[in-house]
Structure formats: C-alpha cells, structure tokens
Antibody, heavy 119, light 107 residues
Framework: EVQLVESGGGLVQPGGSLRLSCAAS????????MTWVRQAPGKGLEWVAS????????YYVGSVKGRFTISRDNSKNSVFLQMNSLRDEDTAVYYCARQWELQRAFDIWGQGTMVTVSS | SYELTQSPSVSVSPGQTASITCSGDKLGEKYACWYQQKPGQSPVLVIY???KRPSGIPERFSGSNSGNTATLTISGTQAMDEADYYCQAWDSSTAGVFGGGTKLTVL
C-alpha cells in the first residue's frame, strides 16, 4: 500500500524550532518529487516547499524562505521539514505529499501532523 | 507572485451539475489540478493535467482549462460530493500555488 506518514508536530513557543518527518512506503521514493503543504485552522491549503528526487531543485513559499529547510534521505524513504524561527502564523496541520514531476500534481497525501506555535 | 482565485462557495441540488471555477493569469498555459477535501480528512486529487482523472475517481468529475480559467465540473452531483475543492497549479516564479478553496454545498 502506498503510504505517507508524518510525525514530529507539537506545541512550540514563538521563535522555537521543530523538525517534521514524513516516512514513505509502497512506492519507489527516490523517483518522486516530494512536497509539504500546510493548512491553518479553518483556512485553505498553502503550498510550503518541494524537493526534487535528488535534492538538486528546491522551492519554498516566500513566507518561509530563510526559516524552513526541506530535505530528503532516499536511503530512508523520508522527507523532512526543519522549521526555525517559528511564528504564530505557522500554526497549521502540515501534510507531506508525493508530487508528479511533469503534471506537478500531488497524488498521495499523508494524514498530517499538527504544529502549534504559541506561548 | 502568482495567484489563483476561487469563489468561496457554490450550491447545487442533488443530481444537478456543479461548476467550480479557478482563475489566474494565463492559467490555460499551465497544468491545473483539483483536490477534494472533506472535514477532518486529507485532500484527495480528483483532476490533474487539466482534464484527467486519477484511478478511482468517478466519471462524474471532469475538468477543463483555457485562457485564464480552469473549471471543475461535477455532473449528477451526489450528497457525498459535498466538500471543499481547491485548484492548484505550478508557476515558474512562484512554484506551487493553491486557490483559496470553494465550499460545495449539496442541498
């Protein structure tokens, strides 16, 4: 079964850091782009970051540039999101998703992990 | 930065056709995708590459994309189709972008 499982969410104070992980199974992880998408409570989806199969191309939404870092370990079938200098507005459910390279669509999604930034 | 605009809500009677639109500058020159999200659940891809349905998505879901507007059409709408729908595209400068979402009500 094709599956993505996120972990690492939790409560963190403003200015703090958190590292999210996403474990993939059931498909050839190294063959796909991977993406993080977030959804603030009661709000819409927001694309956060994407990484190419070999990590040679990386993209971020402007609001997280310089604070968040996406990375991957193909030997462990995992993608990560290191989040530093967290702000209240980063509070959201964070989903990882598998991305098709040509169509740029996100076809498989994890269940999400909640990140709450609050003092 | 690139933006996609959706109407906040659409209502449709059961059995009728629902149309949800997504507008963006020269959107027709990009691939548009659509996602369905029900409360408490992760999004599900229902249309990719403007018109194609992933395996398992009912035939009543269809898509089009031309000019500045992409459209998701649900024919013979069922109660189970009530959900939030998001369009998405990839822009060379902005990378990933989602529309604000449309809440589809079936009443």
């Amino acid at each position: 079964e094709v599956q993505l499982v996120e972990s690492g969410g939790g409560l963190v104070q403003p200015g703090g850091s958190l590292r999210l992980s996403c474990a993939a199974s059931g498909f050839t992880f190294a063959s796909y782009w991977m993406t993080w998408v977030r959804q603030a409570p009661g709000k819409g989806l927001e694309w956060v970051a994407s990484i190419k199969q070999d990590g040679s191309e990386i993209y971020y939404v402007g609001s997280v540039k310089g604070r968040f870092t996406i990375s991957r370990d193909n030997s462990k079938n995992s993608v990560f999101l290191q989040m530093n200098s967290l702000r209240d507005e980063d509070t959201a459910v964070y989903y990882c998703a598998r991305q098709w390279e040509l169509q740029r669509a996100f076809d498989i999604w994890g269940q999400g992990t909640m990140v709450t930034v609050s003092s | 930065s690139y933006e996609l605009t959706q109407s906040p809500s659409v209502s449709v009677s059961p059995g009728q056709t629902a149309s949800i639109t997504c507008s963006g500058d020269k959107l027709g020159e990009k691939y548009a995708c659509w996602y369905q999200q029900k409360p408490g659940q992760s999004p599900v891809l229902v249309i990719y590459q403007d018109t194609k349905r992933p395996s398992g998505i009912p035939e009543r879901f269809s898509g089009s994309n031309s000019g500045n507007t992409a459209t998701l059409t649900i024919s013979g709408t069922q109660a189970m189709d009530e959900a939030d729908y998001y369009c998405q595209a990839w822009d060379s400068s902005t990378a990933g972008v989602f529309g604000g979402g449309t809440k589809l009500t079936v009443l």
